[in-house]
């Protein structure tokens, strides 16, 4: 982008020509619902372009420069609505009421025993069988001076997958002229329900179907881990990642030990663990959580946040049997995600800081993604 003039655009998806500032959501298909649902492509200053379906709030596509000024789309998805539908692990969304897992689907709060979907053997996984990723959300565009982006609204009701309350949750996406992509939660509640909102995209940052992920190298201000049982129920345990795989204090690259033979390794088959942060959850605060580079690009993610935990998952589930994209294969590992977030299965972990929002107060949680380049 070499002109001085432009600034923000808000584009119709396949078509430059929508006026800058209007907002001309593209049609995306309809659910087998028969609900409607459009894509939103944000573009900033860069050309950092964003595409975000009002259907889960999924990031379809996000394109991004390697060191030479390359765009390339950076996350993994699908070309239709009804690939999503027909089952997707969750690539690009949002997720709620509750991201990660509940054990066995059950949890004790104020004196009363409630009973949520079960969607993941014995648990509850990432909201239940049709959480926030499968919802359509109220979308509505905005521009900045110095950023764009898109308000998703969307009310569940009370007793929605065994949740008690009627929750409503706001999810604000921010592209900033920093290169900063933003997510802003907000959630109020009329009766005492758990809360753990977040966002589930899988990154490739050599570029979607380029390969697997293994020589991306991680950094995780991270001295301690939640440990889990076999079906990825945290143990209760807070582990120091010292002298284990599982220590990322040091930009590592995520293949240098993910096949040594370690019961977490094991059990994950991968790296499918809440990483405890060591500034996490410290308010107003971003402090850095992590750093991914990817050294073929020369691609680099900040990712900060206002939240204790971080779900690192090294894409240990794909198998090769769905086809992105432009028909791209998603083989073992060809993608991974870092999910800023309460610990798993609090609700049940007296010890792990709250998940509970009670009615009169505001849940609010930020998490930024940051895209540059190393040389
Ligand atoms: C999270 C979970 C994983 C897996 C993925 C989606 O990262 O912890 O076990 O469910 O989501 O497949």
């Given at each position: 982008m070499t002109s001085t003039v432009r600034r923000w655009s808000i584009i119709l998806a396949g078509s430059a020509a929508c006026a800058r500032g209007a907002a001309h959501p593209q049609p995306f298909g309809t659910t087998n619902r028969g609900e409607a649902v459009s894509a939103y492509t944000l573009k900033n200053a860069h050309g950092i372009e964003l595409q975000v379906l009002?259907?889960?709030?999924?990031?379809?596509s996000l394109r991004v420069p390697d060191r030479a000024g390359r765009l390339d789309d950076v996350v993994l998805g699908f070309d239709s609505l009804a690939d999503y539908e027909r089952g997707s692990p969750y690539f690009g969304a949002l997720i709620g009421r509750y991201g990660n897992r509940i054990a066995r689907g059950r949890f004790t709060l104020d004196g009363r025993t409630y009973t949520l979907a079960t969607n993941n053997g014995l648990n509850h996984l990432h909201g239940g069988v049709r959480g926030f990723d499968k919802m359509v959300w109220a979308a509505a565009p905005f521009e900045h001076g110095d950023s764009v982006g898109l308000v998703l609204n969307y009310t569940s009701r009370d007793g929605e997958e065994g949740y008690p309350g009627t929750l409503r949750a706001t999810v604000t996406y921010t592209l900033t002229n920093a290169n900063q992509l933003i997510f802003d939660y907000h959630a109020t509640t009329d009766r005492a329900t758990p809360v753990n909102l977040t966002q589930h995209s899988y990154f490739n940052l050599a570029g979607d179907?380029?390969?697997?992920?293994?020589?991306h190298v991680v950094t995780l201000t991270a001295d301690r881990f939640t440990p889990v049982d076999s079906t990825l129920i945290p143990t209760g345990e807070i582990r120091?990642?010292?002298?284990?795989?599982?220590?990322?204090?040091?930009p590592t690259a995520i293949?240098?030990?993910?096949?040594?033979?370690?019961d977490q390794l094991r059990y994950g088959r991968g790296y499918d663990h809440n990483f405890v942060l060591n500034?996490?959850?410290?308010?107003g605060d971003m402090p850095l959580a992590a750093r991914v580079y990817e050294p073929t690009s020369g691609r680099v993610m900040d990712i900060s946040t206002t939240e204790p935990g971080l779900q690192f998952y090294?894409?240990?589930?794909?198998?090769?049997?769905l086809r992105g994209k432009h028909g791209v294969v998603y083989r073992h590992r060809y993608g991974f995600a870092m999910e800023t977030q309460h610990f798993p299965d609090s609700p049940n972990k007296p010890a792990f800081p709250s998940t509970i929002l009670r009615p009169g107060e505001e849940y609010r949680s930020r998490t930024i993604y940051r895209f540059g380049v190393q040389p």
């Amino acid at each position: 982008m070499t002109s001085t003039v432009r600034r923000w655009s808000i584009i119709l998806a396949g078509s430059a020509a929508c006026a800058r500032g209007a907002a001309h959501p593209q049609p995306f298909g309809t659910t087998n619902r028969g609900e409607a649902v459009s894509a939103y492509t944000l573009k900033n200053a860069h050309g950092i372009e964003l595409q975000v379906l009002d259907y889960g709030g999924i990031i379809v596509s996000l394109r991004v420069p390697d060191r030479a000024g390359r765009l390339d789309d950076v996350v993994l998805g699908f070309d239709s609505l009804a690939d999503y539908e027909r089952g997707s692990p969750y690539f690009g969304a949002l997720i709620g009421r509750y991201g990660n897992r509940i054990a066995r689907g059950r949890f004790t709060l104020d004196g009363r025993t409630y009973t949520l979907a079960t969607n993941n053997g014995l648990n509850h996984l990432h909201g239940g069988v049709r959480g926030f990723d499968k919802m359509v959300w109220a979308a509505a565009p905005f521009e900045h001076g110095d950023s764009v982006g898109l308000v998703l609204n969307y009310t569940s009701r009370d007793g929605e997958e065994g949740y008690p309350g009627t929750l409503r949750a706001t999810v604000t996406y921010t592209l900033t002229n920093a290169n900063q992509l933003i997510f802003d939660y907000h959630a109020t509640t009329d009766r005492a329900t758990p809360v753990n909102l977040t966002q589930h995209s899988y990154f490739n940052l050599a570029g979607d179907g380029k390969g697997d992920i293994l020589g991306h190298v991680v950094t995780l201000t991270a001295d301690r881990f939640t440990p889990v049982d076999s079906t990825l129920i945290p143990t209760g345990e807070i582990r120091s990642v010292a002298g284990t795989p599982f220590d990322f204090r040091t930009p590592t690259a995520i293949g240098a030990r993910i096949d040594q033979a370690d019961d977490q390794l094991r059990y994950g088959r991968g790296y499918d663990h809440n990483f405890v942060l060591n500034k996490g959850g410290t308010g107003g605060d971003m402090p850095l959580a992590a750093r991914v580079y990817e050294p073929t690009s020369g691609r680099v993610m900040d990712i900060s946040t206002t939240e204790p935990g971080l779900q690192f998952y090294s894409g240990n589930f794909l198998d090769g049997t769905l086809r992105g994209k432009h028909g791209v294969v998603y083989r073992h590992r060809y993608g991974f995600a870092m999910e800023t977030q309460h610990f798993p299965d609090s609700p049940n972990k007296p010890a792990f800081p709250s998940t509970i929002l009670r009615p009169g107060e505001e849940y609010r949680s930020r998490t930024i993604y940051r895209f540059g380049v190393q040389p």
